[in-house]
């Protein structure tokens, strides 16, 4: 039986992992983790939160170019970061780049009351996407409305649009409990209060309903709601392992402001070495076939303790 988690008891988390593979990942440094690169697994460093963020934007401009009529393709993103959003706007508008073929989808949302929060929730994902970029581009230029895919409590129809265009790059960030989207680690329960599910088991899970580990929950406080727990939602939709693997590639953004040193470090190591846990969601893309990790060199950081 592997260890009971320091910070959430009934759940699965990176806590529970063997003690020498988290000392290992908080010894490397910046270098070591370039160094991690492998085929299949890209690293990448940017020296400024200039170049990082057009990077991230570039993305979205490369995979809306794909779109044709007859292959329409788009591309999977994130709340968070939101930096590159705004950036996407303009180089539509400035490229002229007509969007008409081409698709996204919202990686999650949250659930308010065992429905899909509405786009007048503070924190809505929708809304955030709309405003930050959508609503920014040219009317002339814009995505046809049917072409934007938000998850909903009801997933159906958001998990049978993925059937029908290209998801050429996923993006995503980190959380602190390592997921992308809303893919946190399972409670510890029923068969699984031994050992956590198989990667086998975890990658058949589609788009869904999920309960937040609570260093999810206090993450998105932190970050999005000024500190105030009681605000944020305990359930969320999130894209699944399945659409993820239906994603030609997988770019993960690690700007240093929504996981720490250490939990960069630690799924840099476990996707690098083939260790894939569903203790530490994000360790699974390790059996992706084409992953990229994007770091800010500026917000990597050092494991080394620090009094404050």
């Given at each position: 039986?592997?260890?009971?988690s ?10 529970t992992?063997?003690?020498e593979i988290?000392d290992?990942?908080a010894?490397?440094?910046a270098d ?5 690169a ?5 690293v990448?460093?940017?020296d400024?939160?200039e170049?990082f963020?057009?990077a ?5 401009v490369?995979a809306?170019r794909?779109a044709?009529p007859?292959?329409p ?5 994130p709340?968070g970061p ?6 996407v706007a303009?180089?539509v ?7 008409r073929?081409a ?6 949302e ?8 509405p786009e007048s929730f ?10 930050l970029?959508f609503n920014?581009?040219?009317?002339e230029?814009?995505?046809p ?7 909903k409590?009801d997933p159906t129809?958001y998990?049978?649009?993925w059937?029908h265009?290209?998801c050429v790059v996923?993006?995503?960030g980190q959380g602190e409990?390592k997921h992308w989207?809303?893919?946190?680690p ?5 068969k699984y209060?031994d050992?956590p ?5 975890y ?6 309903v ?11 406080a932190?970050?999005s ?5 009681t605000?944020?939602p ?19 953004w690690?700007a240093?402001?929504h996981?720490?040193?250490?939990g960069?470090?630690l799924?840099t ?8 846990d569903t ?9 992706h076939p ?9 917000g990597i950081?050092?494991c080394a303790a620090?009094m404050h």
């Open positions: 039986m592997r260890r009971l320091l910070v959430a008891p009934e759940w699965w988390d990176y806590t992992l063997d003690r988290l290992d990942a010894r490397l440094s070591d983790m370039l160094g991690l492998r085929p299949g697994f890209a990448k460093f940017y400024t939160l170049d963020y057009l991230e934007a570039l993305e979205y490369a809306w794909q044709t007859e292959r393709a788009g591309i999977c993103g709340i939101t930096e590159q959003l705004p950036l303009r180089l508008n400035e490229l002229e780049i007509d969007l073929h698709h996204f989808w919202g990686m999650d949250w659930v308010v009351g065992g429905r899909d929060a503070p924190l809505s994902f929708a809304r955030a996407d709309r405003e970029c920014r581009i040219k009317p230029l814009a995505m409305e049917a072409n934007l895919h938000f998850p409590a129809e998990i049978e649009s059937k265009a290209r996923m993006q995503g409990v989207a809303f893919n946190d399972p409670r510890r329960e029923g209060v050992a599910p198989p990667p086998s088991e990658r058949k899970l589609t788009t869904r999920v309960d937040l580990h609570p260093m999810t929950i206090i993450q998105n932190r970050t709601g000024g500190g105030v727990v605000n944020v305990t359930q969320a939709i999130s894209v699944g392992p399945m659409e993820t693997w239906q994603a030609e590639k997988v770019s993960i690690h240093g402001a996981d720490n040193p250490f960069m470090r799924t190591l476990m996707i690098a070495k083939r260790l894939p203790a530490v969601p994000m360790s699974l893309l390790a059996e084409n992953v990229q990790f994007n770091f800010y060199r500026g950081g050092t620090e």
